[in-house]
C-alpha cells in the first residue's frame, strides 16, 4: 500500500468527495490509470493519493521519491456522491477502498449523519487509515480476513448484524473489491438497504469518449467515468463487470513481468 | 512507361510555347501516388500514401484546365483558391503555391491527407466531368499535400512562407485573454487567428496530448503525428499556451474561466466525443471495443509497442469484425490489420456506393485483405462463459426506398440469420455529442442530438463563447472543423475589438 501526496491546486479546489483522478507517469508510452483522491489539503494545494502495486505503472509510481514529478494527472473526474441527511449510514470499505471510502465517511458525517464503518482487509498489513475512521465514525467495526487483528470475519458479516438491527441503516456505501461489493448488495438487498457502491473499472480516457469503463446497471451501458463512479449497488451487473475487469489479465502480468525483471537486471 | 522528366519537360515546353491546348491536357495521365506495398504495410504502422514527387507534382498540375469559372472552389468548403495554387504548381512555384493555399487553410499538410476530395472539390473538377470519371479529376488533395511537405522539408515548418521564420506575425498585445477548449483542427485554426491578432491565447485541452482526433483517432498511417506535433508547435512559438490535462467543465467551469481567471472570449471546440453504440446484445463482452477506445489505445497509447516502450494494452485479436462504414471504421480495420489479427470483417449495412469512408481508404482497406460484408448489421454478439466474444449474429439487408438523405434505406430480411466467427469486435457506427459542457455550462442552448446551437458566425447562446467543428456540425470532417474555427476566430476578434473600443471610451 502506497501513499502520496501531489501539488495539483486546481484540482484540490475543485475537487469533491467520490472523485478521482487520472495521472500517467510520462507522457510517451505510459499507461493511463484512474485513482481515487482520498484527501485534500486546500491551503497546500494537494491531494491525497493512496494505491496498491498491483502492475507496472502502480508500481513505477511507488518508486518516485519526494520532489518527483508525474508528467500527467488530470481530473476531477467523475461525479461527485450526492450527501445528504439520510439518519444511519453504514460505510463498508475492503482493502484499498478504504481510501476513497474516507472523504465519503467524513462528508456524511459532517451533514450530521449517524456513521456506522466497517473496514475489512485480508490481513493486519492491508488495514489501512483504521484511526482517520475512527474521528469521522459513530461507531467502527474493524475485522481482518484471517484473524490477525481485530474482528476475524469477511464484511459482509458484520454488515448483515448491522443491516438486521431495529431501525436498520438509511443507507449503505460500500468501496472495495469487486467480489466484496457484489457480496455486499446482496446483504443490504435482503434487508432493502439502498446502497451505493463506486465503480473501478479499466479506463482510458475518463471523461466519456472511450466507453472503455461501461458497465451494466438494470441493464443499460453506463460509463462509470462520467456517469459514475457511484451507481445503485442493487442494480450493477457485477459479474460481467468481473469479466471485463480481467479482459487484460495475462498481458498486464506480462508487463509487470518484464518490468520487475529488467530492474532486477540492472540489479535495483 | 516514359520518363517523367521527360514528359514535363516535353508539357512545359509545349505550355511556353502556347501549344497545350485544353485536349492535351486531357491526355495527360493522371499521377498515381506512390504507395507503401500492400503486404509489406499490413506488417507497420507507417504511411501508406508515400507522396508525389516534384515531376508527378507538376505533371499533375499541368492537367489542370484553368477553368475560367473554377467549380472545383464551389467544391472546397473553404474555398481555397484552387486554380491559383495549382497554376503555381505547374510553374515550378511552390512558395507561391503554398501562399495561396495558407489564404484560406492553415493546415495543409493535414487537409491534403484527409479531406474527402472526391465529394468536395474533386467531384466538381471540369477534368474528372470530362472524363466522365471522378477518379480522374485533377488530384487537388495530393498537390496540396505536396505543397505543404515541399514547404515542412523546405522551411523547416509548413507555415506563412513569406516568413523565412515559418512563423506568422503576431500583432501588438492587446491585452485580452482567449480561451480556446480542445485542441482539434477548429480549435488549434481559432487559437492561431486569434492569437494573430495580439490576444493572450490559452488552449485547454482534456487529453495529455494535444491535436485532438488527428492524434488519437486517425492512426499514424494515414497522418503522421509529426505533422500534428509540427502545426503544435507553431502555436507554440506563435505564444499561444497550451494546457494539457484540464477537463473544461470539471478542472474549471466555462463559467469560472470567464468570470474569475478574466477570459473574455471562449471557442468551445470539444468535438463529438461520446461513442454511439448499438445497443444490441453482448455489447457489454469482452471483446467488444468502440471505435473510439480500440483507436485511442492503439494510437495515442501507442497499443501497437506493448510490452516494447508501451504500457497500454490491447486485444491480441485473431478474428475481428468492424462494424460500420465510414473512416472510423477504415481506420478500426486497418488498424486491426496491423496488430497482426488473421482475419478483418468489415460489416457495413448498405453497398459500397453509401460508404461515407474516403474512397482511397476503402481502396486501401481493401487491399489490406480487410473482408467487406456489405448489406448485413449485427442482431447481437455472442460470447463464452468468460465474457469473452466467440461470433456476431448478422442480418442480411437489402436496399429500399430512399430515405431523408437521399440514401436507400436498407432493410432488414427477415429470417436470414447468420453467425461470423470473431473474437473481437469493434463498433465504429458514429459519435454522439459528449454532454460534459452541457451539464457544467447553465444557459448555453444545445439542440436536441446535444450539438451546440450557433448563428453563421459562430456565437452561441452565451454572449463571448463561440462554439465551432464537431460538438456544433456533429460528426463532420477536419476540413469543415478549420472552417469553423476561422469564422469563430474572425468573429471573436471582432468581439472583443469592440469590447475594447467601448471601455476605452
Ligand atoms: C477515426 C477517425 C477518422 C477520421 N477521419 C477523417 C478523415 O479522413 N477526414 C476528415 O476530414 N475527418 C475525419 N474524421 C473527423 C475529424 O477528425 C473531425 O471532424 C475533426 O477532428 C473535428 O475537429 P474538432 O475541432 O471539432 O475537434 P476534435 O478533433 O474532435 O478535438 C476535440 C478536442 O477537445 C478535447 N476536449 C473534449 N472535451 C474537452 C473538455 N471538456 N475540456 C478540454 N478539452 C476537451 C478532446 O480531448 C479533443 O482533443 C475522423 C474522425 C475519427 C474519429
Ligand atoms: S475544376 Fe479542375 S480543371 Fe478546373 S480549375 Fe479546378 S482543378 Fe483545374
Ligand atoms: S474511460 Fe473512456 S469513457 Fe470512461
Known amino acids: ?268 | 512507361m516514359m520518363d517523367k522528366a521527360k514528359l514535363l519537360q516535353e508539357l512545359l515546353e509545349k505550355e511556353k510555347s502556347g501549344t497545350l491546348k485544353a485536349k492535351d491536357r486531357l491526355a495527360i495521365p493522371a499521377q498515381d501516388i506512390p504507395e507503401q506495398d500492400a503486404e509489406a504495410r499490413r506488417r507497420n504502422v507507417s504511411e501508406v500514401a508515400l507522396g508525389y514527387t516534384e515531376e508527378q507534382a507538376r505533371i499533375e498540375a499541368l492537367r489542370c484546365l484553368q477553368c475560367r469559372n473554377t467549380p472545383c472552389v464551389e467544391g472546397c468548403p473553404v474555398r481555397i483558391r484552387i486554380r491559383e495554387f495549382i497554376g503555381a504548381v505547374a510553374a515550378g512555384d511552390y512558395r507561391q503555391a503554398l501562399a495561396i493555399i495558407k489564404e484560406n487553410s492553415l493546415l495543409p499538410a493535414v487537409c491534403g491527407r484527409v479531406c474527402p476530395q472526391e465529394v468536395q472539390c474533386q467531384e466538381k473538377c471540369t477534368v474528372g466531368r470530362s472524363l466522365k470519371d471522378v477518379s480522374q479529376a485533377v488530384s487537388i488533395g495530393r498537390l496540396e499535400r505536396f505543397v505543404a511537405d515541399w514547404a515542412g522539408s523546405h522551411n523547416g515548418s509548413p507555415q506563412d512562407a513569406h516568413r523565412e521564420s515559418g512563423i506568422p506575425a503576431v500583432a501588438p498585445p492587446t491585452g485580452m485573454k482567449v480561451a480556446i477548449i480542445g485542441s482539434g483542427p477548429g480549435g488549434i485554426v481559432a487559437a492561431a487567428d486569434t492569437r494573430r491578432a495580439g490576444h493572450e491565447v490559452t488552449v485547454f485541452e482534456a487529453f495529455h496530448k494535444p491535436g485532438g482526433v488527428m492524434v488519437y483517432g486517425i492512426p499514424e498511417f494515414r497522418l503522421p503525428k509529426a505533422i500534428v506535433r509540427q502545426e503544435i508547435e507553431t502555436l507554440r512559438k506563435m505564444g499561444v499556451k497550451i494546457v494539457t490535462n484540464f477537463i473544461v467543465g470539471r478542472t474549471r467551469t466555462i463559467e469560472q474561466l470567464m468570470k474569475e481567471d478574466g477570459f473574455e472570449a471562449v471557442y468551445i471546440g470539444v468535438g463529438a466525443g461520446l461513442p454511439s453504440f448499438m445497443n444490441i446484445e453482448g455489447e457489454s463482452l469482452v471483446g467488444v471495443y468502440s471505435a473510439n477506445e480500440y483507436l485511442t489505445r492503439a494510437n495515442l497509447m501507442k497499443a501497437y509497442q506493448f510490452g516494447a516502450g508501451a504500457d497500454t494494452p490491447i486485444a491480441r485479436s485473431k478474428k475481428v469484425a468492424v462494424v460500420g462504414g465510414g473512416n472510423v471504421a477504415m481506420d478500426s480495420a486497418r488498424t486491426a490489420v496491423r496488430l497482426g489479427a488473421e482475419k478483418v470483417y468489415l460489416i457495413y449495412r448498405r453497398t459500397e456506393k453509401e460508404m461515407p469512408a474516403r474512397v482511397e481508404e476503402v481502396h486501401h482497406a481493401q487491399q489490406e485483405g480487410v473482408e467487406f460484408h456489405l448489406l448485413q448489421n449485427p442482431k447481437r454478439i455472442i460470447g463464452d462463459a468468460n465474457g469473452s466474444v466467440t461470433a456476431i449474429e448478422c442480418l442480411r439487408y437489402e436496399l429500399g426506398e430512399p430515405d431523408a438523405s437521399g440514401r436507400r434505406r436498407p432493410v432488414a430480411i427477415p429470417g436470414s440469420e447468420f453467425q461470423i466467427e470473431v473474437d473481437t469486435v469493434i463498433i465504429a457506427i458514429g459519435n454522439l455529442s459528449n454532454p460534459l459542457i452541457r451539464q457544467t455550462t447553465p444557459g448555453l442552448e444545445f439542440n436536441k442530438w446535444g450539438n451546440i446551437v450557433v448563428d453563421e458566425n459562430c456565437r452561441t447562446s452565451m454572449a463571448g463563447v463561440f462554439a465551432g467543428g464537431d460538438i456544433v456540425l456533429g460528426a463532420a470532417t477536419v476540413i469543415l472543423a478549420m472552417g469553423q474555427g476561422r469564422i469563430a476566430a474572425a468573429a471573436m476578434n471582432e468581439y472583443l475589438a469592440r469590447k475594447q473600443g467601448s471601455r476605452s471610451e
Open chain 1, 1 to 268: 500500500m502506497f501513499w502520496a501526496e501531489v501539488e495539483a491546486p486546481l484540482i484540490a479546489q475543485a475537487r469533491r468527495p467520490g472523485q478521482f483522478i487520472i495521472l500517467s507517469i510520462d507522457s510517451d508510452g505510459s499507461e493511463r490509470i484512474p485513482l481515487t483522491i482520498a484527501g485534500v489539503h486546500s491551503e497546500r494545494g494537494t491531494i491525497e493519493l493512496i494505491w496498491q502495486r498491483v502492475g507496472k505503472t502502480t508500481a513505477e509510481l511507488a518508486r518516485l521519491q519526494a520532489g518527483d514529478a508525474i508528467a500527467n494527472i488530470a481530473g476531477p473526474l467523475g461525479e461527485p456522491t450526492h450527501i445528504e441527511r439520510f439518519g444511519t449510514v453504514v460505510c463498508v470499505g475492503g482493502g484499498i477502498g478504504n481510501a476513497p471510502l474516507l472523504p465519503i465517511a467524513t462528508a456524511l458525517k459532517q451533514v450530521g449523519n449517524r456513521v456506522v464503518s466497517i473496514l475489512g482487509a485480508r490481513d493486519k498489513s492491508r488495514l489501512i487509515l483504521e484511526d482517520r475512521f475512527a474521528e469521522v465514525s459513530d461507531e467502527l467495526i474493524v475485522c481482518t480476513d484471517d484473524g490477525s487483528y481485530a474482528r476475524k470475519a469477511l464484511v459482509t458479516e458484520p454488515l448483515q448484524e448491522v443491516c438486521q438491527r431495529d431501525p436498520k441503516p438509511n443507507q449503505a456505501f460500500v468501496i472495495g473489491p469487486t467480489p466484496m461489493m457484489k457480496f455486499c448488495c446482496q446483504v443490504t438487498r435482503r434487508f432493502d438497504v439502498p446502497t451505493q457502491v463506486s465503480l473501478n473499472t479499466i479506463m482510458v480516457d475518463g471523461t466519456g469518449m472511450c466507453g472503455g469503463c461501461r458497465v451494466e446497471v438494470d441493464g443499460a451501458a453506463k460509463f462509470v467515468c462520467v456517469d459514475g463512479p457511484e451507481f445503485d449497488g442493487h442494480k450493477v451487473n457485477f459479474d460481467l463487470m468481473i469479466k471485463r475487469l480481467n479482459a487484460y489479465k495475462k498481458q498486464e502480468q506480462q508487463a509487470y513481468d518484464q518490468y520487475r525483471q529488467h530492474r532486477c537486471q540492472i540489479g535495483l
